[in-house]
């Protein structure tokens, strides 16, 4: 048990329910990161804590489970991939601990899923880039033909 007195509830607001944000990408920052022992105890994760900091969603948080100690060999695999993105857009190619990472902002590429478990929509960062990388787009003007492209 925790000791709340002092709390009044009648002088905070309520906290809102938070829905998943949009897919998009943002510009966050890792703000916190702890290892953990996985559920079954085979291994271990690093568990990652973004913080949007710009827009309209600022300061929401999104969390990314890496298995970097799994008897999975596909699944530690993956993760090093996934961790080497995010090294690589912070600017860190080799930390010497998860906090050298810590509030160096970055994109994070986000979208919106739904739980097998639950149902419920949900949001799972899906890629990462460094801030103020642009990937090459096609100018509308530049398309050739008249014809709308999902009807060609």
Known sequence: MANLQGFDANTVEPADDLEPIPAGKYVAVITDSELK?????TGNYLQLTFQIVEGEYANRLLWVRLNLDNPNATAVE???REL?????SVGVLM??????LHNLPCVIHVRVKRRNDTGELQNEVKGYSKV????ETKPAAKISGTEAPWKR
């Open 78 to 80: 993956i993760a090093r």
């Open 95 to 100: 930390p010497t601990d998860s906090a050298d």
């Open 37 to 41: 022992p996985t559920k079954a105890g």
């Open 84 to 88: 080497s993105a995010i090294c690589r």
């Open 132 to 135: 103020g990388a642009t990937a």
